[in-house]
């Protein structure tokens, strides 16, 4: 009866966790919907190249040293893990109790492969540890300048500690199950790190170890199904997204600004006086340059928004953040995912229609115009990224709608604007006066 009563449960639980991971994951796909249209297929062998690399591989991360170290035992220790959670889902789901373990108990080579396995998962848990502890260490005691920056007050920082704090709870209820159970069995499985760890239990009763290797193992497995549900709202988001994001991360050189077809059609108009405009659609919202809102962003922006990692590589290298003007290009990243979140969580109230709340993307207690007059477009924030975000495009396409629909521009910059569109330079002099200087 216990056995059964056991797979009802477990059954339940992890089908109500489904359905609000689900509902947490459909609510981030659709928001990134939202954006316009972009092709980013092309070059596929590149773009793999790029996923396995940069995802996978962690390359980029390696720019800095310790920290990289440290992420690499949460990374590794989360891969690794999976293969005990599968043995538990297992035994939840069949109401076994090592599954994986009695079939092949009786078969040398493959017990001694499961038990390799599951002692690496053990000393990957020890490393995670050892990670965890740093990075609460890092953030809360040494006070490490990007990751104690203003954006980050309220609900970034609580996020943090909140993950990192379930990695510890994690940890010890995988350590829990595993050395109850050794001690249980008497050490016949000879898992590395629990074989040691049994010794604290040898006085225990039978009784007390079976509840504490039952806590460990619902403990450890409601933990998993918690953090699923969680994800969808954590910036941990990018342990998914950092795949896709890495793959179709645009190839063109960082320098390279694209082109506004609203504006192209307009200089080809203007430059053949024979061509004949389209016949305009009465119907068609008016042409939008550059972006306003979240919804002129295209795809590829919101899904960088939610796959920033928060790590403030990018407002670290920014040479704008370092000489104290407001600009965090973290912090643009951030505002796009919270305006989003507004704007999918209105649309959603409204049966899955949008109706304009009058804010935008710009000001409204997002991103100011003076962060976005700071950038100076060297691509810092692009280069220094682990996951192959752009922040800078965001903000061209952002001074783009302000600068030509809003007429909102530094005097310095609309004299340059002037002088170029009527001397083909940003100077004031004409281009007939251009190389008087080497008469002087």
Not at 100 to 118: D, K, Q, S
Not at 141 to 160: C, H, S, Y
Not at 273 to 287: L, R, V
Request: proline share 6%; aromatic share 12%; hydrophobic share 45%.
């Amino acid at each position: 009866m216990a056995k059964y009563f056991q797979i009802y449960l477990f059954v339940l639980l992890t089908a109500i966790a489904f359905y609000f991971a689900y509902r947490g994951y459909r609510r981030v796909y659709q928001n990134i919907c939202l954006g316009k249209p972009e092709d980013l297929t092309d070059q596929p062998l590149q773009r793999w190249k790029n996923m396995l690399l940069v995802a996978f591989g962690q390359k980029k991360m390696f720019k800095n040293v310790i920290p990289a170290v440290l992420h690499l035992f949460l990374y590794v220790g989360f891969l690794i893990t999976q293969v005990e959670l599968l043995e538990v889902f297992l035994d939840g789901i069949t109401g076994s109790h090592r599954i994986i373990y009695h079939a092949v108990e009786n078969l040398p080579v493959l017990r001694t492969l499961y038990v390799g396995l599951i002692s690496s998962i053990e000393i990957a848990s020890v490393l995670v540890f050892i990670g965890t502890v740093a990075f609460l260490w890092r953030r809360f005691v040494l006070k490490v300048p990007r990751l104690n920056k203003p954006e980050l007050k309220g609900f970034p920082i609580q996020d943090a500690a909140t993950i990192l704090i379930a990695e510890i709870y994690l940890l010890i209820c995988i350590f829990s199950m595993n050395t109850a159970d050794m001690a249980l069995h008497e050490g016949k499985y000879g898992f590395a790190v629990s074989s040691v760890l049994q010794n604290l239990f040898h006085n225990w009763s039978h009784t007390s170890l079976t509840i504490m290797e039952r806590i460990g193992w619902w403990g450890h497995y409601i933990g998993v199904l918690g953090f699923l549900v969680y994800l969808p709202y954590s910036k941990h988001l990018h342990i998914l997204l950092a795949f896709p994001n890495t793959y179709f991360a645009r190839l063109t050189p960082k320098g390279y600004v694209n082109n506004m077809p609203e504006i192209t059609r307009e200089i080809k108009l203007m430059m053949d006086p024979s061509a004949t405009p389209p016949p305009a659609d009465p119907n068609a919202p008016p042409p939008r340059f550059g972006a306003k809102d979240v919804m002129d962003l295209s795809w590829k922006n919101l899904l960088d928004a939610y796959t920033c990692t928060e790590c403030g590589r990018c407002t670290a290298a920014c040479p704008a953040n370092m000489t104290g003007k407001k600009l965090s290009p973290r912090k643009i990243m951030m505002d796009t995912r919270d305006r989003l979140e507004e704007v999918g969580a209105a649309i959603a109230a409204n049966g899955g229609v949008w109706k304009d709340d009058g804010k935008s993307l710009i000001e409204n207690g997002y991103i100011t115009i003076e962060e976005l007059r700071a950038c100076t477009t060297c691509n810092a924030c692009v280069e220094e990224c682990p996951v192959m975000i752009s922040p800078l495009d965001i903000i061209l396409q952002l001074r783009r709608n302000l600068i030509m629909e809003e007429s909102n521009a530094p005097a310095e910059w609309t004299s340059m604007f002037t002088n170029m569109e009527n001397n083909g330079a940003p100077w004031q002099f004409s281009q007939q006066d251009r190389l008087n200087w080497a008469n002087a």
